[in-house]
């Protein structure tokens, strides 16, 4: 099986930094990914890391590391639209299911 | 890139009665659909894993007579929620995979019984 465990929540104010750490446990491994969900609506992938390291695409970066089983979501330059909930995944095998964490929920405030 | 189009996006419907939830590929065809459910503040917990022309694989504690998934084509898969209680209204949401698009979510449906 697999777990994953996320912070339930964030608040911050516009222009500032998150940071959304993610551990996991799973039987094999094929990736983490983040993915942004807005009230109502279906997720949309942010970010995929395969290998250790940062991978950054605008003002998101995610980061991995295996041997921790540990990555992170980096939300850089907050914007109101970033209020959103946030959940990372991993795929763990040949079947390719994704299963999910709990979720993250930010809060950007003026 | 790719779309998965799903439909309805809402839907009231009587106890008792089902409702069909539909998710097409676009432009691009599905080798597998994945279907989840969604309760409100909670994470997308996985239903079922459907590969075209084969049964769906249903996660544990799903009742695979309860929610009817059917895979006819590499573009279509639907989802039956038969006899439909209050305790079923959710977020249904399918996400299908392809080698070359990795997951593309469909827009998700809520279904509230009443």
């Known amino acids: 099986g697999q777990s994953l465990e996320q912070p339930s929540e964030v608040t911050a104010v516009e222009g500032a930094i998150v940071q959304i750490n993610c551990t996991y446990q799973?039987?094999?491994?094929?990736?983490l990914s983040w993915y942004q969900q807005h009230d109502g609506g279906a997720p949309t992938f942010l970010s995929y890391?395969?290998?250790?390291g940062l991978e950054e695409t605008g003002r998101f970066s995610s980061f991995l590391s295996r041997s921790d089983s540990y990555g992170y979501l980096l939300l850089q330059e907050l914007q109101m639209k970033d209020s959103a909930s946030y959940f990372c995944?991993?795929?763990?095998?040949?079947?390719?299911?994704?299963?999910f964490g709990a979720g993250t929920t930010v809060t950007v405030r003026a | 890139g790719a779309v998965v189009s799903q439909h309805p996006s809402r839907v009231i419907c009587k106890s008792g009665t089902s409702v069909k939830i539909e998710c097409r590929s676009l432009?691009?065809?599905?080798?597998?659909m994945f279907w989840y459910r969604q309760f409100p503040k909670q994470s997308l917990m996985l239903m079922a894993t459907?590969?075209?022309?084969?049964?769906?694989?249903?996660e544990q504690g799903v009742e695979k007579d309860k929610f009817l998934i059917n895979h006819a084509s590499l573009t279509l898969s639907t989802l039956t929620v038969t006899s439909a209680h209050p305790e079923d209204s959710s977020f249904y949401i399918c996400?299908?995979?392809?080698?070359?698009?990795?997951?593309?979510f469909g827009s998700g449906t809520r279904l509230t019984v009443v």
């Open positions: 890391n395969a290998l250790d």
């Open positions: 459907s590969n075209e022309g084969s049964k769906a694989t249903y």
């Open positions: 996400s299908a995979w392809d080698r070359a698009y990795g997951y593309t």
């Open positions: 432009d691009f065809q599905a080798t597998t």
């Open positions: 995944a991993v795929r763990d095998g040949n079947d390719y299911k994704l299963s």
């Open positions: 799973t039987s094999g491994f094929y990736g």
